[in-house]
């Protein structure tokens, strides 16, 4: 589903993939044959809307991501026909070090801070 994802945002309409060969996911799709193996035809995802949630972003729509939040976000956004970005912390525009922005802002609509509550564990333990 990722490169699914991957294929929207860049616009690509499909893509040969080994996964699935042999099993009901391939019945009714094409399948094409490279030096020897065989490969089903995917189609791209696009998403009427994505919604993602970064660290931080500026109003241009830039997004910098921390942590788990690398995994997907940067390509469903991208895959997104609009895309609204929660983020955490929204600033000034220049202030996202260019080598950081994980999204362009391109391809966000509409951004907004979010007020979130940073709920912290606490450590019980029981006598033994």
């Known amino acids: 589903m990722l490169n699914a994802s991957r ?14 060969v042999g099993t009901k996911i391939a019945e ?3 399948t094409k044959e490279f030096d020897g193996k065989t490969y089903v035809l995917e189609r791209g995802l696009r998403a009427d809307l ?8 500026d109003a241009q729509g830039n997004l910098t991501y921390r942590k788990t939040a690398m995994n997907f976000n940067p390509e469903c956004a991208t ?6 970005a929660e983020v955490e912390e929204i600033v000034p525009v220049g202030s996202l070090d260019k080598m950081q922005i994980h999204t362009p802002g391109v ?7 979010a007020n979130h509550e940073k709920r912290i564990e606490q450590r019980t333990t029981r006598a033994a």
């Open 7 to 20: 294929a929207g945002g860049a616009g690509i309409p499909g893509f040969y993939t080994a996964t699935g």
């Open 28 to 30: 009714g799709k094409e």
């Open 50 to 57: 994505a919604i993602v949630k970064a660290w931080k972003g």
């Open 79 to 84: 895959a997104g026909k609009i895309t609204i």
């Open 107 to 113: 391809y966000v609509q509409r951004i907004f801070a």
